[in-house]
């Protein structure tokens, strides 16, 4: 559940940034939204880390940007499924 947290608010930050530079390019939302995604990207990445370890699918899968975080989430579960 933490990791798919951590991954919605990594996609959903890139969404904002990438809305804010296509349209009105506010240097605040940026300011704001930039280290949240940067933050939500690494706890993503720490979290799949901390559960999978270091040379694990789900860890190559995690350092994706945007989309990598939901695709170690769906690797982790489908893990966890086979296993048992």
């Given at each position: ?14 969404v ?11 240097d605040?939302v940026?300011?704001?939204?930039g ?21 694990s ?28």
């Amino acid at each position: 559940m933490p990791l798919r947290l951590a991954a919605t608010v990594e996609l959903v930050s890139l969404v904002v940034l990438l809305a804010n530079l296509a349209t009105v390019h506010l240097d605040g939302v940026a300011a704001l939204v930039g280290p949240v995604h940067g933050c939500a990207y690494l706890v993503a990445v720490a979290l799949t880390v901390a559960r999978a370890g270091w040379r694990s699918r789900a860890a190559a899968l995690s350092v994706v940007p945007a989309v990598g975080g939901w695709a170690a989430a769906v690797a982790l579960e489908r893990a966890a499924g086979a296993a048992g």
